[in-house]
């Protein structure tokens, strides 16, 4: 993983995405969206349900085709160069991907395999991941024995076996206990800290943005405001984040603030 930190230097973007738009027929989800997140940056891609968190996702991961805009990973145009960006990607998806009928240590394993590393290289692996999530007594048990919040570790553990640079997160705490949305936020915000690991982490939760987060205020398809939280929060009238959100996103005061 990288050991550089911060948006300091000369480093590219680990994510850049440039006019994108994309559309479901008739229907428009994303409308020239642009956004970096930098190596290092814990990012929080903060928007209602339909705002288009997960269109972004399906084309920054290449399930749809970007036809509109340029995607960008460490410098690796998506459409041109797939195999190089992708490979520096890791991904947790909304809906739970485990197989609950296979054990921990399987279903990373086989996810290693997929990814190409040797057998003892995926085991190693593995049981440095969920040792670090605090998992590793429970790899020979099948999924479907964790509860919620557990099975969400063993996805990060899984999306974090191949070492990349970029982690995708989208909606990784619905459903989850606070215990358990505190655990995600701490150790991600940990890798971002201590190993440089850039994170874009998807939600409609406000309270998981702290103020130290980068913000991306996500609407209808459009960016409304993106920086620092201070940078935000005067783009959205001031007041607290909750506030300032809801006249971004038009939820309380239609036609803003």
């Not at 738009?21 to 229907?27: D, E, F, I, L, T």
């Not at 939820?251 to 036609?255: F, R, V, Y």
């Given at each position: 993983m990288a050991a550089s930190h911060g948006a300091s230097g000369a480093a590219p973007p680990a994510l850049e995405v440039s006019g994108l738009?994309?559309?479901?027929?008739?229907?428009?989800?994303?409308h020239d969206v642009s956004l970096r997140v930098m190596p290092g940056e814990f990012t929080v891609l903060l928007g209602p349900n339909g705002a288009g968190k997960s269109t972004l996702f399906a084309l920054v991961t290449r399930l749809f085709d970007a036809r509109q805009g340029s995607i960008r990973?460490?410098?690796?145009?998506?459409?041109?160069h797939p195999g190089q960006a992708l490979a520096q990607l890791g991904v947790v998806f909304q809906q739970p991907t485990l197989?609950?009928?296979l054990s921990l240590r399987q279903n990373l394993a086989y996810s290693a395999a997929l990814h190409g590393l040797s057998r003892a290289?995926?085991?190693?692996?593995?049981?440095?991941?969920?040792?670090?999530?605090?998992l590793l007594d429970r790899a020979g048990d099948a999924v479907r024995k964790l509860s919620g919040g557990q099975r969400r570790r063993v996805e990060m553990a899984r999306a974090l076996l191949t070492r990349p640079r970029l982690l995708l997160m989208d909606e990784p705490t619905v459903g989850l206990d606070a215990a358990s949305r505190s655990f995600l936020l701490g150790h991600v915000r940990r890798l971002?800290?201590?190993?440089?690991?850039?994170?874009?982490?998807a939600t409609h939760l406000i309270d998981e943005v702290d103020e130290n987060s980068r913000l991306i205020v996500l609407q209808e398809g459009r960016v409304r405001a993106s920086g620092g939280l201070r940078d935000v929060l005067a783009?959205?009238?001031?007041?607290t984040l909750r506030e300032a959100f809801a006249r971004l996103t038009d939820?309380?005061?239609?036609?803003g603030a």
């Open positions: 738009s994309h559309a479901y027929g008739p229907k428009h989800a994303l990973i460490f410098g690796a145009e998506l459409r041109r197989d609950p009928d290289e995926g085991r190693r692996r593995a049981e440095q991941e969920l040792a670090r999530i605090g971002c800290r201590e190993e440089g690991l850039a994170v874009l982490w783009e959205g009238g001031g007041g939820e309380a005061w239609k036609g």
